[in-house]
């Protein structure tokens, strides 16, 4: 018991904390970049985590190749939003052959806190829709047969080409997503910034092609580049 009540007085003291240092470091910021609005960002990074199967083997990643892109806007100095573009790809380190992708799209919320006048500390946290898909090769093959025109003014060409291709196999589902991060943001200018931030992306349990209860679960870090107008 007595642990617990210092655990909450110790909360309590770093929440008070934050609220009387926010205003005078955001006077700092101010005096430094007064320009709340808009911005663009654009971040590569990876992602780790996997499919989780309530029954059944979970689908572990490799390290997904991810990259974001969103349009922001500053409401405070501590306060900011935008939309945000991500998506990543790689392999199922479980199967041999096997690949996934993910692609999503959804509203983020910043809190920012100053650390000294060019460095911010924020925790975000976010949600949205994305789609994961399985791309199994099976290792068969077939040849696929296209062709296409070339024009020299009136004179026209028709080329047939021919193509050995692989036959896959491709699973997906939509999931809703929330998310939550935490990270620093260094500004090098007045209108450029640094943005490294570590991030964690959780699903509901759902149906994915013939197994069910699958839940998606996601975590990695960015590095990215803010441009502030």
Request: hydrophobic share 40%; with cysteine; glycine share 12%.
């Amino acid at each position: 018991m007595q642990k617990h009540k210092t655990t909450v007085s110790f909360l309590a003291a770093v929440t008070a904390a934050m609220f009387l240092v926010l205003p005078a470091r955001a006077q700092e910021f101010a005096a430094y970049n007064d320009d709340l609005g808009v911005y663009l960002s654009a971040k590569l990074g990876g992602l780790g985590g996997g499919l989780k199967l309530k029954q059944g083997p979970d689908y572990n990643f490799d390290t997904l190749i991810s990259g974001a892109f969103a349009l922001g806007l500053r409401v405070t100095e501590n306060f900011r939003f935008e939309a945000e573009f991500f998506a990543g790809a790689g392999n199922v380190s479980n199967y041999d052959h096997l690949k996934t992708q993910v692609v999503g799209g959804g509203i983020n919320a910043y809190l920012t806190i100053p650390i000294t006048q060019r460095v911010w500390f924020h925790l975000n946290g976010g949600a949205g829709l994305l789609t994961c898909e399985l791309e199994l090769g099976t290792g068969e093959y077939y040849l696929d047969e296209y062709y296409y025109s070339d024009w020299w003014f009136w004179w026209r060409e028709d080329y047939y080409t021919y193509e050995v291709r692989e036959r896959k196999l491709r699973e997906s589902a939509n999931y809703f997503y929330w998310s939550a991060g935490a990270g620093l943001e260094i500004a090098l200018s007045r209108n450029i910034s640094l943005d490294i931030s570590g991030r964690y992306i959780g699903t509901p349990s759902q149906d994915f092609g013939d197994a069910s209860k699958v839940a998606l679960q996601l975590y990695g870090g960015f590095v990215g580049v803010m441009l502030n107008f």
